[in-house]
């Protein structure tokens, strides 16, 4: 594993942690060089997922794009990098359990849209006003009498 600061290609493994769910490990590491720490995550290797887009095309499923939605949604709220993380892992999970090859890209922002929904009712509306592609005010105020109804 090459060290993100100096490219020295030679460090050893600090701590190695199993994910809640098992699959993932996490692993620090220390440069033998410059002696800096990093982490890096190990994940099974499987058979991409496919994502039906709303204009019909398919791409693989990006577990990066899911990440930086979500965290862009979390933004300034009191959410560790942890939740979101698992928020991700878990979703991929769910993906895969499906067994299916091809989900909609549809029912992918759902089931974020219920997770978040469940962790912070700000990042919520926030990613729901770019998945539901909100056009003025009267859209946000609609969703937030949705929430506050719910509660």
Known sequence: MKCPFCGEINNKVIDS?????????????????????????????????????KDGRREVFNRKKVHSGIQKACEKREISMDLIEDCVNDLERDLRETGQKEIPSSAIGEKIMTRLHDLDDIAYVRFASVYREFKDVNDFVDELKNILNKQ
Request: charged letters at 40%; aromatic letters at 6%.
């Open 17 to 53: 942690r199993l994910s809640k769910d098992g699959n993932v490990i996490r692993r620090r590491r220390e440069c033998i060089e410059c002696t800096r720490r990093f982490t890096t995550y190990e994940h099974i290797e499987t058979i991409p997922v496919m994502i039906i887009k």
